[in-house]
């Protein structure tokens, strides 16, 4: 085994787990889940069936990931945020194969308590604020903030708000990396 897991948790069949991951108390991967490598998977996370986790992702503790997630690589899930799967559940109503899909694209962090409704795909670098409930597909490099979540900003790779000369251009003020911001996008330019 490659990777570390407390014994107080489970890890159920036909799951693959890259190397140097650590997977800490009460925890279950259910079945058929891919997580990446150099993760850090916190205390009482539930990662539901076929869940897909990049390389260097980070889920801090009590968070849900439900089926249909997939994290691409280096993305921050903050203490007790959620996923959901099903835009209109009932307990008794079966809407297993009803699963929306929403991606978290690399480099995002998505804030403590904050909620992702599903379906909706969250951009690379984007930065979602503690407590914030996302209802929309979320632009790369965007910081959201609210319920329901509203566009206040930008973040660069670095997560600092990135402010704007009157060319467009900003300057992360701790990379020191350029981003222009054209037709409402932004993209890293140096």
């Not at 407390?6 to 787990?17: A, K, L, M, N, P």
């Not at 897909?52 to 994290?71: A, M, P, R």
Request: proline residues 4%; charged residues 20%.
């Amino acid at each position: 085994m490659d990777y570390y897991k407390h014994e107080s948790s489970y890890v159920d069949d036909d799951c693959i787990i890259g190397k140097g991951t650590k997977i800490w108390h009460f925890t279950h991967v259910m079945p058929h889940c891919k997580i990446g490598e150099n993760c850090n998977i916190g205390q009482n996370v539930v990662i539901s069936p076929d869940v897909v986790l990049g390389n260097n992702v980070k889920v801090q503790n009590n968070v849900s990931i439900y089926t249909g997630v997939v994290c691409e690589d280096d993305v921050f899930l903050g203490p007790s945020m959620v996923f959901t799967n099903v835009t209109n559940p009932r307990s008794a109503v079966n809407r297993k194969n009803e699963y929306k899909k929403t991606i978290v694209k690399k480099g995002a962090s998505i804030g403590a308590n904050a909620t992702i409704v599903c379906g909706h795909d969250i951009g690379k670098y984007a930065f979602i604020g503690a407590g914030a409930v996302v209802t929309k597909d979320v632009p790369d490099y965007a910081l959201m903030v609210g319920n329901p979540a509203r566009q206040a900003g930008w973040m660069s790779e670095y997560g600092h708000r990135l402010s704007f000369d009157d060319k467009g251009v900003a300057v992360c003020p701790e990379s020191g990396e350029k981003y222009e911001l054209k037709g409402n996008k932004v993209q890293k330019i140096s």
